[in-house]
Nanobody, 115 residues
Framework: QGQLVESGGGLVQTGGSLRLSCAAS????????MGWYRQPPGQQRELVAT???????NYADSVKGRFTITRDNAKNTVYLQMNSLKPEDTAVYYC?????????WGQGTQVTVSS
């Protein structure tokens, strides 16, 4: 079965940057839509960004212009470059893949932005 492993989270000051990575295994990566979701403390999980098999992208309004999602099909990896980070970006960030009715989630990586 498929597996997604996130990395790159951590503690950063307001205005700083982080790059999250998500390495996939056990799936045909190029045939999967990939995405990042996040779950702030005490809140529900929410969409951050997605990237399709055609490399089309979609972003939550709250991160447009600050975050960039990319994928490298040769490395089976999806990235989330996060710039101009704000305290409200603090959350556990989850990677997800989807192909037809099959969705897989990673274990999550914590991002904390200090004010």
């Amino acid at each position: 079965q498929g597996q997604l492993v996130e990395s790159g989270g951590g503690l950063v000051q307001t205005g700083g940057s982080l790059r999250l990575s998500c390495a996939a295994s056990g799936i045909i990566f190029r045939d999967n839509m990939m995405g990042w979701y996040r779950q702030p403390p005490g809140q529900q999980r929410e969409l951050v960004a997605t990237i399709g098999i055609d490399f089309s992208t979609n972003y939550a309004d709250s991160v447009k212009g600050r975050f960039t999602i990319t994928r490298d099909n040769a490395k089976n990896t999806v990235y989330l470059q996060m710039n101009s980070l704000k305290p409200e970006d603090t959350a556990v960030y989850y990677c997800t893949s989807r192909q037809l009715f099959r969705r897989i989630w990673g274990q999550g990586t914590q991002v904390t932005v200090s004010s």
